[in-house]
């Protein structure tokens, strides 16, 4: 059984920095990737940063490359998302999610099985 819960969000002026911890269970490092995905009010869920489990090897949207950096912890059975130079355009609900690698595209939302209950980010401007 999957368990993810996110924490570490709030609210912060454009500029400002966060980093969310997803902390996961029952994740099979072998052969998953976990993902941050975010909505925004009226929005689409988007990807924002993937991470390889086995490989440790990130990828990012476009949206965010240079500002957000994915990272885990192991030792810590935790996924980490290092947020910098918040913008008013990254509020949302950030969410955890984790995936075999093999299905589907990182970025599609419905491919996920398992996800966290989200954390709000709050960027004003």
């Known amino acids: 059984q999957v368990r993810l819960a996110e924490s570490g969000g709030g609210s912060v002026q454009a500029g400002g920095s966060l980093r969310l911890s997803c902390a996961a269970s029952?994740?099979?490092?072998?052969?998953?990737?976990m993902a941050w995905f975010r909505q925004a009010p009226g929005k689409e869920r988007e990807g924002v940063a993937v991470?390889?489990?086995?490989?440790?090897?990130?990828n990012y949207a476009d949206s965010v490359k240079g500002r957000f950096t994915i990272s885990q912890d192991r030792g810590k059975n935790t996924l980490y998302l290092q947020m910098n130079n918040l913008q008013p355009e990254d509020t949302g609900i950030y969410y955890c999610?984790?995936?075999?690698?093999?299905?589907?595209?990182?970025?599609?939302?419905?491919?996920?099985?398992?996800w966290g209950q989200g954390t709000q980010v709050t960027v004003a401007s």
């Open positions: 991470l390889y489990l086995a490989t440790d090897i990130p």
């Open positions: 029952g994740v099979t490092y072998s052969s998953d990737l």
């Open positions: 999610a984790v995936k075999p690698w093999y299905r589907g595209r990182w970025d599609t939302a419905h491919d996920y099985g398992y």
